[in-house]
């Protein structure tokens, strides 16, 4: 944006210097033709400036809303796989199945124990000398279902795979991945997002500029995502100020 302004900013002056030099060097009757074209040239680059900035002000403050309510989407579907992770080991990379286990899943609430018991292979290696171990002891209090857990009364999470109402084309959706890390075998998942989808009805040059955002202030890359694919991590792409992490 700031090469357009400038490049404006510079043909301004220059037409302002085209008006100088005709108003010294024009013979007076083409003048007010010349002058009236020329000005209406400052105006009319006047103006481009203008909407070149105002433009790029208006889409942030849009891209900022809709990256919000996107976030907080990307922070439902993060939460139910890394429920699903805690129950069975694994992420999903299916929303179906990952609505199903929402909808049909436990916790398992578990209280943990400290206890010392008689060790009779160490006692009868003493000579009959009593000897103790500590051990723990995990019982089971019972269950909770995963979706009170995570969302209470709250049904949102059926419809975690779809972007959010007025945001993206019509039955726009998130994509989702599940797997695990080749040689640790670690469970990983990613959830995402292309910006051009979210930003679908702007300025193609804007959507272009901000899918090369890489600093820390900024989401990062052409996609909002959360977790990765290729390693161990279930934070999203976006700062602070868009959401806490």
Not at 3 to 31: A, E, M, Q
Not at 175 to 204: C, H, M, T, W
């Amino acid at each position: 944006m700031l090469n357009v302004i400038l490049v404006v900013v510079g043909l301004i002056l220059l037409t302002i210097l085209i008006v100088w030099l005709i108003d010294r060097f024009v013979p007076k009757g083409i003048k007010p033709i010349i002058h009236i074209v020329l000005w209406a040239a400052i105006i009319y680059l006047g103006y481009l400036t203008f909407d070149s900035v105002y433009g790029e002000i208006k889409f942030n403050e849009l891209k900022t809303e809709r990256y919000k309510v996107v976030i907080k989407k990307l922070k439902d579907i993060r939460d139910a796989e890394l429920a699903h992770r805690t129950v069975t080991g694994e992420f999903n990379g299916d929303f179906d199945n990952l609505i199903r286990f929402v909808d049909t899943a436990h916790y398992t609430i578990v209280e943990r124990r400290d206890s010392t018991v008689v060790d009779a292979e160490l006692t009868k290696r003493f000579g009959g000398v009593e000897t103790t171990r500590d051990i723990v002891i995990l019982d089971t209090l019972g269950t909770v279902p995963v979706k009170d857990s995570l969302f209470g009364a709250d049904t949102r999470y059926k419809t975690m795979m779809n972007l959010p109402e007025n945001i993206g084309p019509e039955g726009a959706k998130f994509e989702l991945n599940a797997g695990r890390l080749s040689g640790s075998g670690i469970p990983v998942f990613e959830a995402f997002v292309k910006k051009s989808v979210v930003l679908y009805d702007q300025n193609k040059n804007l959507i272009a500029k901000e899918e090369e955002v890489m600093s820390v202030d900024g989401v990062r890359g052409p996609t909002i995502k959360v977790g990765a694919m290729d390693e161990v991590y279930t934070k999203g792409n976006w700062p602070k100020n868009l959401a806490q992490d």
